[in-house]
């Protein structure tokens, strides 16, 4: 697939721009605040409904603007689609195919594909665990939309459950304190509430688990590919670890650490049981202690932890890996290549680094490369170029 046309309306620095597009390589170059990254996250946001760079989408608005529009036509084995999505803060986004007005925003997941690098992608390797339980379900969403209604349910499930185990907090203490354990009717009401979750979260587990299966061997070819490691001892692993209760865990722990899938059920079960397990702590706390919003991917080289032990450059080749990984994964599944995009990128790369990731893009059916000029790009790298300047587009 590939993106033939981009227009946006209102959308950061832009108030009206066109651009058109081709397969193979496009460098989008200018100065740092000029746009050029804007113009990528956009088509990203068309592939995912959610901003690379912010966690909310108001600052997508440009300023004294309400909303913003999101307009792409996509190529697809000789078919063309147009999509667009109308950003709306504070409201739910309209989308539309083809000037069809779609019922959910979600509706529109799946027409375009990216894989998106960013220096930001960093945190991937040295940040929290939530940052990669995004990884994680983001790319489960871009290989199968139908997993972000799974996840917006659980979500809700979640967020209900901890509104619950909040009432159990009494602020004055003593016997009022948990005398929320001994109404019957919180205690069913909570139990729903468990099963609502445990069927939710089994099912996101063993998705993610599925999918780090499927990602592991791509994502040791990958590393090796970028790093060019001719030893093998510093080979790039992840791995994924439940929150549930290890006393209510004991078979799935098991098939986990062997690389086994369990069944949906058995983690269903396992969750169900940590969630009724855990009833005085979780009163105690006001939160929901065990499910796949607390759990963690571990990646590794070799036997080491990567977040603390990677230096800076096999940090930034690890992350690249995942992405790389995640292109190759999604191209073996689709049939097709997503779109491949590297937001400034090469200038954080060595010489011998980006001369290697050049070689491994230049069969892609698209890449958008920006960058802040053009010596940071690998001399051997062809491409057509587009120079960003003031929120305006000028073709070389």
């Not at 185990?165 to 203490?173: D, E, H, N, V």
């Not at 099963?195 to 089994?202: E, K, N, R, S, V």
């Not at 990567?306 to 990984?325: Q, R, V």
């Not at 057509?384 to 305006?392: E, P, Q």
């Amino acid at each position: 697939m590939h993106v033939t046309h981009l227009w946006v309306a209102d959308f950061r620095n832009y108030i009206s721009t066109d651009v058109s597009l081709k397969p193979g390589v496009t460098f989008l170059v200018g100065p740092n605040g000029q746009g050029k990254t804007n113009l990528v996250e956009a088509i990203g946001y068309l592939a995912t409904l959610r901003s690379h760079r912010v966690a909310s989408d108001a600052p997508l608005v440009r300023v004294g603007a309400d909303h913003s529009v999101i307009r792409a036509a996509v190529s697809r084995r000789g078919r063309s689609t147009t999509v667009e999505v109308d950003i709306i803060p504070g409201r739910a986004n309209k989308v539309g195919i083809n000037r069809t007005q779609m019922s959910r925003p979600r509706d529109i997941l799946g027409i375009i594909r990216t894989v998106l690098f960013a220096p930001e992608d960093l945190s991937l390797i040295k940040g929290d665990p939530s940052g990669r339980r995004d990884f994680l379900d983001a790319l489960l969403v871009a290989r199968q939309p139908k997993w972000a209604l799974v996840q917006g349910d659980y979500a809700r499930a979640l967020k209900q459950r901890n509104a619950l185990l909040k009432k159990a907090l009494s602020p004055g203490g003593g016997d009022k304190k948990n005398s929320y354990a001994k109404d019957p009717y919180f205690e069913s009401t909570l139990s729903i509430w468990d099963d609502q979750l445990a069927g939710l979260g089994g099912r996101l587990m063993y998705a993610r688990l599925r999918l780090l299966h499927d990602l592991s061997p791509r994502l040791k070819d990958a590393y090796s590919s970028v790093s060019e490691d001719k030893t093998g001892n510093f080979f790039a692993h992840a791995r994924y670890r439940t929150s549930l209760d290890p006393e209510c865990s004991l078979k799935v722990s098991s098939l986990i650490n062997s690389n086994e899938t369990p069944d949906i059920e058995d983690l269903q079960q396992a969750l169900f049981d940590s969630l009724q397990g855990s009833r005085q702590a979780e009163f105690a706390r006001g939160i929901t202690l065990f499910g796949p919003h607390r759990d963690e991917i571990e990646l590794s080289l070799g036997e080491m932890p990567a977040k603390g032990y990677a230096s800076h450059g096999e940090t930034w080749s690890f992350a690249l890996a995942l992405k790389l990984a995640s292109y190759h994964l999604l191209r073996h599944d689709l049939g097709e290549d997503p779109v491949l995009i590297l937001d400034d990128v090469f200038a954080e790369l060595d010489a011998r680094r980006r001369a290697r990731l050049a070689e491994l893009i230049e069969d892609a059916e698209q890449v958008l490369i920006t960058a802040a000029v053009e010596e940071d790009l690998p001399p051997l790298l062809q491409g057509k170029t587009l120079n960003i300047l003031a929120g305006n587009v000028r073709d070389e």
